[in-house]
């Protein structure tokens, strides 16, 4: 689908591929987070914040970017 977008596991740091759909985002408190476990390229963020852009509440998303 046009709103996922796709991390093979030698980007992401992951076992396996993941999936960041785009169109169903949840808020998550920090505290939630133990340690990083992986790192995204550029692109592949670049992608997500266009698809992020691209949906509706772009006023709510402007303020964390």
């Given amino acids: 689908l046009p709103s996922h ?3 093979p596991p030698s980007e992401g740091g992951l076992d396996q591929t993941t999936f960041f759909i785009c169109g169903q ?3 998550v408190d920090l ?3 133990d340690e990083k476990i992986g790192e ?3 692109s592949t963020m ?3 914040e ?3 852009r691209e949906h ?3 006023d709510e998303y402007e303020r964390y970017f």
Avoid: K
């Fill in 40 to 42: 995204l390229s550029e």
């Fill in 25 to 27: 985002t949840r808020t």
């Fill in 50 to 52: 266009e698809h992020l």
């Fill in 56 to 58: 509706p509440g772009d």
């Fill in 5 to 7: 977008i796709r991390v």
């Fill in 31 to 33: 505290d939630w987070l």
């Fill in 46 to 48: 670049a992608a997500i």
